[in-house]
């Protein structure tokens, strides 16, 4: 569907693959996907937030998205919380 397309856009936006890099336009890209509800881009996201890349760094917001993430099941969102120690 369309938002998936956001997601996968969003990626190629991340790595330059077939367009410049642009990480303030993949943060975004990931965040309108995150918001309705692809754990993918929320487990993106989080990265992005952690580190700073492509918008402010924001490690509450960051482990927000990873909660909500993990909240849907996404496995890798699961496997970071428990690394982390987080609930």
Wanted: overall charge neutral; proline content about 1%; aromatic content about 6%.
């Amino acid at each position: 569907d369309q938002e998936h397309a956001v997601e996968l856009l969003a990626t190629l936006y991340a790595q330059g693959l077939g367009t410049p890099k642009d990480d303030t336009l993949a943060t975004k890209l990931f965040q309108r996907a995150a918001e309705n509800g692809y754990s993918g881009a929320m487990v993106a996201l989080y990265a992005r937030l952690r580190e700073g890349t492509g918008a402010a760094k924001n490690e509450s917001v960051a482990d927000d998205w990873l909660r909500k993430a993990a909240a849907l099941g996404d496995e890798k969102a699961l496997a970071i919380m428990k690394q982390r120690g987080l609930r």
